[in-house]
């Protein structure tokens, strides 16, 4: 009966320690799980966080333009200020101009049809150089806005 009451002693230890050992394991993942809910809502506080800053750094830039028109508003135009408005403009009517832009896109298509290029390959080329040529434009308004306040 030696053996039956040891094996039976060690049976109940062995079930404290595996029910000690799932109580463990319970309280981690409750853990792990409390955790997770923090860094969800740590990340969407990161998240908003950013807007903030871009928001915040866009109304600092809009003051700072503003703050310079004003400074610079009763002095005449330098000549690096001149230089880049002929720049500028000399981009703008390269840009406006109607077949010196469309020529070269069709001569890159031209050119890429001929290589070997599929029809939907030169689409795509010209949906690039349209978009690229959108965005050039885009960006010079935007430039001639800041120049004109």
């Known amino acids: 009966m ?4 040891e094996l039976l002693r ?16 319970d309280i981690i993942s409750e853990d792990i799980s409390e955790l ?3 860094q969800t809502t740590t990340m969407a506080k990161i998240a908003q966080y950013k807007r903030k800053l871009m928001d915040l750094s866009h109304r600092t830039l809009q003051v700072l333009i ?18 880049l408005r002929v720049q500028l403009d000399t981009i703008q009517c390269e840009l406006n101009a109607p ?3 469309k020529v070269s896109t069709y001569q890159s298509l031209k050119l890429e049809f001929v290589s070997g290029g599929s029809a939907e390959k030169c689409y795509l080329v010209f949906r ?5 040529l959108v965005f050039i434009k885009y ?10 306040k």
């Open 139 to 148: 960006l010079l308004a935007l430039i001639q806005i800041c120049f004109l």
């Open 2 to 5: 030696v053996g039956f009451k």
């Open 128 to 132: 690039k150089e349209l978009c690229i």
């Open 66 to 83: 503003k703050q310079e028109i004003q400074r610079k508003s009763g002095y005449a135009i330098q000549a690096d200020e001149e230089q």
């Open 99 to 101: 077949t010196q832009f």
């Open 10 to 25: 060690r049976l109940k230890v062995q079930d404290q320690m595996t029910k000690q050992h799932q109580t463990r394991l």
């Open 36 to 38: 997770q809910k923090n």
